[in-house]
């Protein structure tokens, strides 16, 4: 069992960073490959960036290239998500995801694959 805790969003302008923290219980942290999606209103939830458990494989999605830097903390047990050059279409509530697949699995980007997720915390970029 993994409880996550995300922390860190809140309101900026337009090209403002945040960055959002996920704290995860638990002492199996590192079989776990961790994720952030996102989810605005009206729209289904979109994967964002994962990490592989020893973190040396990442990988975001195309709309947050060069923005969004994902890392994590091992001896922590933490996962963070950099957010740099923020934009009004990046507001979003972002969840932390834990699940028991490889960072080379087609189903990485569909969220039903992953067994664990925090409450969400809400990003708003104003223009």
């Known amino acids: 069992q993994v409880q996550l805790v995300e922390s860190g969003g809140g309101l900026v302008q337009a090209g403002d960073s945040l960055r959002l923290s996920c704290a995860a219980s638990?002492?199996?942290?590192?079989?776990?490959?961790m994720g952030w999606f996102r989810q605005a209103p009206g729209k289904e939830r979109e994967f964002v960036a994962l990490?592989?458990?020893?973190?040396?494989?990442?990988h975001g999605a195309d709309s947050v290239q060069g923005r969004f830097t994902i890392s994590r903390d091992n001896a922590k047990n933490t996962v963070s998500l950099q957010m740099n050059s923020l934009k009004p279409e990046d507001t979003a509530v972002y969840y932390c995801?834990?699940?028991?697949?490889?960072?080379?699995?087609?189903?990485?980007?569909?969220?039903?694959?992953?067994?664990?997720w925090g409450q969400g915390t809400q990003v708003t970029v104003s223009s």
């Open positions: 638990g002492s199996t942290f590192t079989s776990y490959l």
């Open positions: 995801t834990a699940g028991r697949l490889s960072a080379w699995s087609p189903r990485k980007y569909n969220p039903e694959s992953y067994d664990y």
């Open positions: 990490i592989s458990g020893s973190g040396v494989i990442t």
